[in-house]
Nanobody, 114 residues
Framework: QVQVVESGGGLVQPGGSLRLSCAAS????????MGWFRQAPGKPRELAAR???????YYADSVKGRFTISRDNAKNTVYLQMDSLKPEDTAVYYC????????WGQGTQVTVSS
């Protein structure tokens, strides 16, 4: 059994910052990649950022230059540093773990509003 637990969401004003964390535990032997998807109300879930076990990163154009993804392989943990947040970043953020199968966290709400 695999558990994926996110933390760090909340309410922030435009231009502010938040840091999300996600830890995977349980019967995971090898993680290929970890990432963050997000889903705004009425919109499909989209990939925001992804990082492989080798450290290769991918960012959606909408977050490039503002978000930074990093991971601690020893702890099976991934982080998402979000700076210069905009109202359009408001969404539920889901952690995704690719390890043979796909595993998801329960989601954490990020709201950017004045």
């Amino acid at each position: 059994q695999v558990q994926v637990v996110e933390s760090g969401g909340g309410l922030v004003q435009p231009g502010g910052s938040l840091r999300l964390s996600c830890a995977a535990s349980g019967s995971i032997f090898s993680i290929n990649a970890m990432g963050w998807f997000r889903q705004a109300p009425g919109k499909p879930r989209e990939l925001a950022a992804r990082i492989t076990s080798g450290g290769m990163t991918y960012y959606a154009d909408s977050v490039k230059g503002r978000f930074t993804i990093s991971r601690d392989n020893a702890k099976n943990t991934v982080y998402l540093q979000m700076d210069s947040l905009k109202p359009e970043d408001t969404a539920v953020y889901y952690c995704h773990v690719q390890s043979g199968a796909n595993f998801w966290g329960q989601g954490t709400q990020v709201t950017v509003s004045s």
